[in-house]
């Protein structure tokens, strides 16, 4: 199999980023131009004028996508393959199903292995449906607190803040994740834990952090006088050591196919959200995410035609960093949810094979909301000195129709002509005979603009991103589904840990320091 | 004046960085070297053995720092020369005061501009203390809702979840600062806006967001028959369209000589801040970024060696990012406000005299707390194609001392053994015959450790940070105090902004898109 930089198209791009096309002349942006270079799906626009590329970049990288065979790989991870693998070495050799956790409607997948799933989310998602009901009737609890940590906390969390008007009155979420005391104390110093249930997610069921909140939370609940078990779900792998139906008031299952940076639509995240929105909002979420997995299975899809820009921007024009903006408060932390997705899958140095690659693979993706980011850190992307690719998101009408005429506009008129404005000025620059007040442009961006924010179009956006990531790991040849890197960290933190309660008695871990830490990691060598 | 990379200390870097020192060198981490790469200040030590630096490129920066003049530079700043120009160019002009803001202790300025501003500071404090004690006598409010963008926001939002735990009862801060309506609808769901005090901060008095935003709350004090005079406080520089006191119950004064990602310590943080966590707390806040700012002004000063280090990473190792990652629940939002501080500070690309730059000035600044970004984007840190510098932030203690011991150890022990796991991780890496299980090692980090996070530390903190941003923009020689890389932007909303208006008899500005805002800029040369 050949290599990334071998590919025929890729010697094509090489030559083609000789001459990258200059956003900065004013001829170019004709409305042709503005028209050819936009896509739609799924109810986005993806709108790339503003990007360095033209047609016949664009038909190069189609071309990359084809000789990497992204629609056969695509098809077969919907399918159930086991593409979670290193070939040659050991490594976890699982199916990566977050597709079969969505596949409850429409079109369902034929292949043993991901009916199986589908029918094991099924099962699951019955379950909570009847479990939701159960607790309508009761009418026990009226704040939710997820425990959980990676992607059973950012992709929960990320969602549930974008569907906050859609929340059932006296259904609150709040999320521990840290192993930071301070992260549960405040937390727990907010709710009444006697109208709180609390959701325990680890798949593994062997967390540190998860399991040190559990118990943190429990001693809680019996401080109170409060019976765990009539608060507490699990959410967790069959036979994890969490896999003990008699210590929880409901258990929930995950599976291996589904890792944790997918699992906003498995039992980690509908748990919780479910009791949030409610399960016809929770249906909509998979309904949307469904829609946008059947598209990524077609030609030049919406998911992909991203994952293609972002190569050439990352590969050609060699461009380190990301920088995801949405226009849209109700995002606010969906870049933190897209840096864990992108970054964990695509952050790799060894292809499936096992050989260390000789290209860029995974950038580091950051972000924050606009306009926020526009009084932030958008003046090094102006005028920095590296490029910085944007990737904007934004949607024509706000969630809440309540807004304001001020100064002859409204708030969200406000938002997209900002959203639009910078889009603009990234690209064009502006020339001035102060140099302070020289804009050089050429700032590659692209916007992702949809109609509103609600629970379709979340999950449209979710998995948008996650076939996006999907689509580069299949062309960059790596697996986007393990995650060794985390390991080395949890070993040290293990050997450290014994060294603070074999010294406890001289004296406490807050009078220790690297210098102690690095001693006794060098006197036990690995 | 020689530019950067004429100075001999550049070159000697440079010849320097070609062997740069090899952390998976098992011999190489001895107790000499640990307690040689410490330094300690203002309850702070900054641990920086895992950095690829010797002594040798330490005392070579240290050269740098001399060659740059920036203990001088540092002097002139805190006596508020003014150094927010360019030369030779139309600029600002304008002294760089936010030290003033805390030069409320002792060694207080003698210089007469510093001199002035402190007691223009003194006298809002003295305002501020005054007020606090009628709203603690009236006991009118229990939330606060600050209505601000860039620095009137991420600074002061960042300090408030800082130091939760020191809040008052019934003293709640909620932020407003989006345009997107949905912002402040949200914001507007949760309070009783019977109890809450507005705070409006806009050293210009002309911000979009903010005014847009004022409107958006006066009109729902209204619907609630409440008077927005006895609800909403200004604070605004002198003569701004906001300096109108009979419209508010309270105005306070920040000038142009503090700027908005400096102003955190100014009346735009400290009404807030001083409301959350009362007068006393807000003055030790103060007090210690006071006391940073006077370390700072001595012989290499904690923010000044990691400021060098900082620039060994970017100019001489080449690494285009920074990740800032505060092992403490406290930090979450810091690196929001870091972004802001460092991105628009340094992010430029011509330098004091107006020259383009022909070296790398500021990165990307991002990151998140840890342990949750273990969980999250440490794969790519660990075994991503490109080394990402680490700057770790910790506290040997939690702001809450419950804890919970879970096999054998506390929290606070499970997250400082994580931190140093990580840091040593990150520097020695792994050896391994499954290449997937590789880690290079080599990647650059440093830990900032302090006692515990409270009121001082914070500002210690807070202040630490600000003068390693200064001292590098010294070193690079660019204003670090200007941001003319947002005007751009906000000239062609306006222009958008009027294409709406003018068109929305029409058809909705929903209905718009990045085409026709394209075809409004091209129609209006500038």
């Known amino acids: 199999m050949k290599s990334f930089l071998q590919l025929k198209s890729v010697q094509q791009l090489q030559s083609l980023v000789k001459q990258p096309i200059d956003l900065t002349n004013s001829d170019l942006f004709t409305p042709k131009r503005i028209e050819a270079m936009r896509a739609s799906a799924v109810g986005f626009d993806l709108l790339y004028a503003t990007e360095r590329v033209t047609s016949q970049v664009i038909e190069a990288l189609f071309h990359l996508a084809d000789e990497t065979n992204v629609y056969e790989k695509m ?35 034929t292949a043993t292995k991901a009916l199986d799933a589908s029918n094991l989310a099924k099962k699951e998602l019955q379950k909570l449906e009847k479990f939701l009901s159960h607790l309508d009737r009761e009418n026990r609890f009226t704040d939710l607190i997820q425990v959980g940590i990676g992607g059973s906390d950012l992709g929960p969390r990320a969602l549930y803040l974008s569907l906050l008007p859609y929340c059932r009155p006296n259904h609150r979420l709040h999320f521990i994740s840290n192993v930071d005391p301070d992260d549960a104390n405040e937390i727990l110093r907010t ?62 299952y995950i599976w291996d196919f589904v890792g944790g940076r997918y699992s906003a639509t498995s039992m980690a995240g509908a748990v919780s959200l479910g009791f949030a929105v409610g399960f016809s909002s929770l249906m909509e979420i998979l309904r949307g995410a469904h829609a946008m997995d059947l598209h990524a299975k077609t030609e030049r899809n919406l998911p992909l035609l991203s994952a293609l820009i972002g190569i050439w921007n990352r590969n050609f024009l060699h461009l380190p960093t990301v920088a995801v903006i949405p226009y849209s408060q109700a995002l606010i932390r969906f870049p933190a949810h897209l840096q864990q997705l992108d970054m964990e899958s695509n952050g790799k140095r060894v292809d499936k094979m096992g050989r260390s690659v000789d290209y860029a693979t995974g950038p580091v993706v950051w972000g924050e909301i606009g306009t926020n980011s526009q009084h932030s850190f958008f003046q ?121 309660a074999a010294e406890r008695l001289h004296k406490p871990a807050s009078e220790f320091d690297l210098g102690e830490a690095f001693l006794r990691i060098l006197k036990e060598p690995q």
Chains 1, 2 share one sequence.
């Open 191 to 252: 709710v009444d834990l006697k109208k709180t249930l609390i959701v325990v997610v680890s798949k593994s069921g062997t967390t540190l952090e998860t399991l040190t909140n559990e118990e943190f939370v429990r001693s809680h609940l019996l401080k109170k006088g409060l019976n765990p078990k009539e608060h507490i779900i699990a959410v967790t792998g069959e036979k994890s050591p969490m896999d003990d139906p008699s210590r929880y008031l409901a258990s929930f």
């Open 380 to 500: 090094l992307i102006h005028q920095g000195v590296d490029p910085i690719p944007v990737e904007f998101i934004a949607f024509r009408k706000s969630q809440d129709p309540h807004d304001l005429e001020v100064k002859a506009t409204i708030s969200q008129e406000k938002l997209l002509a900002n959203l639009f404005a910078q889009s603009i000025a990234l690209a064009v620059g502006q020339k001035s005979t102060n140099p302070n007040k020289v804009f050089l442009g050429n700032r590659p961006n692209r916007v992702l603009l949809g109609d509103r924010m609600d629970p379709f179009s979340l999950g449209a956006l979710l998995a948008f991103y996650e076939h996006k990531v999907a689509f580069q790991g299949f062309i960059w040849n790596v697996n986007s589904f393990d995650q060794e890197g985390v390991q080395l960290g949890k070993v040290l933190a293990g050997r450290i840990l014994d060294l603070f």
């Open 75 to 109: 098809g077969k991870m919907q399918e159930g393959e086991e593409i979670n693998a290193i070939e040659g070495f050991e490594s976890e050799r699982r199916s990566v199903l977050h597709t079969a956790m969505r596949d409850q409607f429409d079109h369902r997948q």
